[in-house]
Every structure is written in C-alpha cells, then in structure tokens.
C-alpha cells in the first residue's frame, strides 16, 4: 500500500510526500516506536521570508527556490527517514533516532536537534542563481526555521499511558494515534513558531507537548 501511495502521493513541484501520504506513515512509524523502543524526531520546517521571494522575483523563481529547499532537506536525512510537503513553503520531516551502540551513552533530544541544525545549515548554505545583471549573476540565499519535538521523550508518562493504552478497541485506539499525531505535530509547529520569533533561521526544540492529561 505505501508503494502504491507513492506512486500518487508524491507533491508535483517538491517531489516530496504530499501532507496525506506523510501522516498515515507517520502514525504506522509512532506505533512502531513505541512497541520498538525507540525514538522519534519530528521537524517542522518553514523558509523564511519566502513572499519577498515571490514578490522580488516572481513565482517561477519562488517554486525553483523551494524545489532546491526541499531537495537539501531530502539529502540530510538517511533512506529510513521520510519528509513531506505540508503546505506552501512548509515541510514536515520525521527522523528515527536510534543508537548503533546499545551499550553507549544516547541522548534522542540531542540526536535531534543536531539534526535539525545540519538540515538548517545545508539550506542556508545554498546559493541559487535567480537571473544576471550586468556585474554578474543575482543569487538567493534562503533559509529555513525548524521547530522540533521528540518522541517519546517530550510526551509526559501519564499521557503516554492514555495515548497507548492497552486492551482498548483497535479503533479507539487508531483515534488516540490520530491525536497523538496530531498534538506532536503542534508541538513541533509552536517550536516554529518561537524559532521565528527569535529571529528566524535557527532551530528550536520543543520542551513538552502543551497538553494536560486532565483533559482527557
């Protein structure tokens, strides 16, 4: 099935996942993480003042400068990530964050945000070339904001218990992956959100998803 869905699921213009695609591996890998034991990263990226892009250069130049944007966040990431295009000039990304060395000291939040800096750092160290004037070629530099949150070590124990629960219905429990989906992803996007807020092109790890249990 995700063979198939590949097949169809791909965005035209980034050759990324389309957002649809992403979330239901998305949920397959969470599963999978926490009966497995291992982590997860999740990467919200955003590049930045892309309307003066557009508006600078016109939208062919935008669409060429988030193809080049997409495809250097695609080659930080090794074959058992996956990435997709979540909407305008935005990109999820989900990375598994394992140790080859069981044995070694291994921090996941680390893992991660050292990730997200080296797709930060690949982005913003591009040069495309937009067009030429008389004293040479006009370039664009982009960069991109990242806000990250790590599973399972940014979901509160007690909420890990509601979110996995054992013995309830496979459909209730398909619900509760949705949600858990979901609120990781929120997590991610309010660590974006602060990254920009502290000046852009910078990467910004999320403390803990803003969910009381309680309300559950």
Excluded at 3 to 26: C, H, P, Q, S, Y
Excluded at 124 to 137: A, R, T, Y
Excluded at 174 to 201: I, P, T
Aim: glycine share 8%; with cysteine.
């Amino acid at each position: 099935k995700l063979a198939d869905a590949l097949i169809f699921g791909i965005d035209g213009l980034t050759k990324l996942w389309r957002k649809e695609v992403f979330e239901g591996e998305f949920l397959r890998v969470l599963e999978l993480a926490y009966s497995q034991d291992f982590g997860l990263g999740i990467y919200m990226i955003d590049a930045d003042k892309f309307k003066n892009v557009n508006d600078t250069y016109g939208h062919a130049v935008g669409d060429m400068v988030l193809q080049r944007i997409a495809s250097s966040c695609k080659g930080t990431l090794r074959p058992t990530d996956f990435i997709g295009r979540y909407g305008g000039e935005e990109i999820i990304a989900c990375a598994l964050l394992t140790s080859r060395d069981p044995t070694a000291e291994f921090n996941r939040i680390d893992v991660m945000y050292r990730l997200g800096e080296r797709i930060r750092k690949g982005v913003s160290d591009l040069e495309i070339e937009v067009g030429s004037l008389e004293n040479g070629p006009v370039k664009v530099t982009p960069t991109v904001s990242i806000g990250c949150v790590c599973f399972p070590d940014h979901v509160p124990s007690d909420l890990l218990d509601y979110f996995f629960e054992s013995g309830v219905a496979n459909d209730v429990r398909h619900l509760r992956l949705q949600e858990l989906a979901g609120d990781l992803q929120k997590a991610a996007d309010s660590a974006l959100y602060v990254a920009k807020q502290k000046g852009r092109n910078r990467t910004v790890s999320h403390k803990d998803i803003p969910l009381a249990a309680s309300s559950r």
